[in-house]
């Protein structure tokens, strides 16, 4: 089994194709919780100056260097290094919709700038954003909801960028880097890099291995999708795991609703036969529930969390 790749190449929502598209992209978010885009907005140049020179050189760092990544949002992690189970570190960048964000990022390793480092990898997230935005606008209107609960949804959005490195998997039978999760998020965008190693999980229990073309883009739906399309769009179970025994980079956009803002079952998935399955939750406070010890036991962390059956 394939999860098919649905073409946004040239299209917008006056394309003749557009509804076709909306049509395909929700049908895949709907049967596996994801969706593979095929794109040309990444150029190959852009590519390689990330991903051959900018991200070697940041991973490069002293860990004293790398722990100074801390994150200004208290539910969100900075730099985070030894998940268990996992070969794993990662850098956040934080509200990546703002200009000064990369440049801010960039300052902690280069205290005398980097224009380069900070300019390449912010033109490749703008790039991602937008991508995973037209995503969720997609699959919002393929559920059909309403052309203006949909604009204010998206105008809600912030996004936070992860830079993240595997390492060569410590049993290299089985291969995992990253095990078996779901993000905590709205819509997970994920820029693999030639190696191998995002697998996703079938309502049957298989798995699917996602290939890291660089044409594409994989759109992860998270918990809080599941929430606000009231279960309409499960989040994707997922795992990293890299046969080849191979290190891999990969690059991860993800979307929020901003922590003023509650998360809701938007009004569209609510009627009779319907009820909300879910009670709001604030984007932070939910984060911060997914990294205690209660919330990593969990094997089904959003209803045990918000669910209204709980």
């Known amino acids: 089994m394939e999860i098919a790749k649905v073409d946004l190449r040239g299209l917008d929502p006056s394309s003749p194709g557009w509804r076709a598209a909306c049509a395909a992209v929700t049908a895949s978010m ?68 703002e200009d000064r964000s990369f440049h801010d990022f960039s300052n902690i390793f280069w205290p005398q700038g980097n224009p380069e480092f900070s300019n390449t990898v912010g033109a490749l997230a703008k790039k991602v954003i937008e991508l995973e935005d037209m995503v969720e606008k997609m699959t919002l209107e393929g559920l059909g909801v309403r052309e203006e609960n949909s604009a204010a949804h998206l105008h809600s959005l912030t996004h936070i960028l992860r830079l993240s490195h595997y390492g060569v998997p410590e049993d290299a039978k089985m291969g ?28 049957d229990g298989s798995w699917i291995t996602i290939p890291p073309e660089a044409d594409t883009i994989t759109c992860m ?7 606000m399309t009231n279960g309409r769009v499960a989040a994707s179970v997922h795992r990293v ?39 709001p939750v604030k984007t932070d406070e939910y984060l911060e529930y997914r990294y205690t010890g209660e919330g990593l036991k969990s094997s089904q962390p959003l209803e045990d969390y918000c669910g209204v059956q709980k």
């Open 241 to 279: 795991k890299t046969l080849s025994n191979r290190e891999r980079y990969a690059i991860l956009c993800a979307s929020w609703v901003k922590n003023s803002v509650a998360v809701s079952v938007m009004d569209d998935f609510v009627d009779h036969e319907n009820p909300p399955k879910y009670n």
């Open 30 to 97: 709907v049967a596996h919780g994801c969706v593979i885009v095929a794109h040309d907005a990444i150029s190959p140049e852009l590519r390689r100056a990330v991903f051959d020179r900018a991200m070697p050189e940041l991973f490069a760092f002293p860990v004293e260097t790398k722990q100074q990544n801390v994150s200004t949002d208290t539910a969100l992690k900075g730099y985070i290094s030894k998940v268990p189970g996992a070969d794993f570190e990662s850098f956040n960048v934080n509200k990546v919709d």
């Open 176 to 203: 995992v880097t990253l095990p078996v999760h779901t993000d905590p998020t709205l819509v997970t965008a994920i820029v693999q890099h030639e190696v191998e190693g995002l697998e996703v999980q079938t309502k």
């Open 221 to 227: 739906a998270g918990d809080l999708l599941t929430l």
